[in-house]
């Protein structure tokens, strides 16, 4: 009996490796996917650079929403790099492969990155509420301290979060096969092609993301409406409040746009369906592209500041 169970544990030490399928199989497909994410990298990296220099060197944005866009703008450089650049690699090799190593690493900060952007999202949510409905007493509440520990529980949540679903998966035996129908490696191909029963790793897998995600969501949702509905009771209060509207919607926007993929992803069971790829495309790549666009772009301080700030260093013109 010993025997066979050590003839068993040599077998599932086999995988060393993972082939993933990718997103297409035709060549020019794959070419046309290639201009196009790479387009899509090339803005996110540079603008969301701009950003945290921008935030960091005018005088002027020093309120807490700047100091977490900034953030937000770091994390955004972050999550679009952990899949973003193998993928683009990966258009032009025929067999797509990432060692077991370079898998659990991919799925530790994508989970990492992407559960902290989620509580930093929830912490600007908190952010607009004391500005909107406690406005005498915004800079009081938060100030920088308070903004630094927030952050700080944001990481800290999403390291953890992470690191729950790394000590899932690394137990779990991978004799064969060992092929991943993804781009990129997650925990919900991974499981699939484990030589073991994983339903209790899936129900627990299931609770820490799908759970948070759905209740992240449907917080946020909730509080935002409550804002809502807070500023149409002021809505005679001209301009500020009708800026302040735009953010709280801006903000929705973001928050539906992150959390749909993912409560679409994590929970539910971890079946194959026809709109995986598509849906984790939007998560990884479309979505950090989007944040900078919807959040920034649509900030007329952050975009006098961003255009000032292009003339005096990259431009070399005067004020």
């Not at 790829?277 to 950090?288: A, L």
Request: hydrophobic content about 50%.
């Amino acid at each position: 009996m010993k025997k066979s169970e050590e003839m068993e544990t040599a077998n599932y030490t086999r995988v060393t490796e993972f082939v993933l399928t990718g997103l297409s199989q035709a060549r020019e497909v794959q070419l046309v996917l290639f201009v196009i994410f790479l387009s899509f990298y090339l803005f996110i990296i540079p603008v969301n650079i701009l950003i945290i220099c921008t935030i960091r060197l005018d005088p002027h944005l020093t309120s807490p929403m700047y100091f977490l866009l900034a953030n937000l703008a770091f994390l955004d450089i972050w999550y679009s790099s952990i899949t973003a650049p193998k993928m683009l690699v990966d258009f032009f090799v025929e067999r797509k492969v990432i060692s077991f190593g370079g898998c659990i690493a991919q799925l530790f900060f994508l989970h990492f990155v992407g559960a902290s952007e989620m509580f930093l999202l929830t912490v600007m949510a908190f952010d607009r509420y004391a500005a909107i409905c406690r406005p005498l007493h915004y800079a009081t509440i938060m100030n920088r301290r308070l903004c630094c520990i927030l952050v700080a529980f944001s990481w800290m949540g999403g390291f953890i979060h992470s690191t729950i679903q790394v000590a899932l998966i690394v137990r779990l035996p991978f004799c064969g096969p060992n092929e991943l129908d993804s781009y990129f490696c997650d925990i919900t191909q991974v499981v699939r092609i484990a030589c073991a029963n994983t339903f209790p790793e899936e129900l627990v897998m299931i609770f820490s993301s799908g759970l948070i995600s759905v209740v992240c969501f449907i917080a946020l949702l909730t509080s935002y409406a409550f804002l809502l509905v807070m500023l149409k009771k002021h809505s005679g209060s001209g301009e500020s409040t009708s800026r302040a509207m735009s953010t709280c919607y801006s903000h929705i926007t973001i928050v539906v746009l992150m959390f749909g993929p993912s409560i679409y992803i994590y929970a539910r069971p971890f079946d194959s369906f026809s709109l995986d790829k598509v849906v984790s495309v939007f998560h990884t790549v479309i979505f950090p592209l989007l944040n900078p666009i919807v959040y920034t772009l649509r900030n007329k301080e952050v975009k006098m500041a961003m255009r000032k700030l292009v003339n005096r260093y990259i431009l070399c013109k005067e004020k």
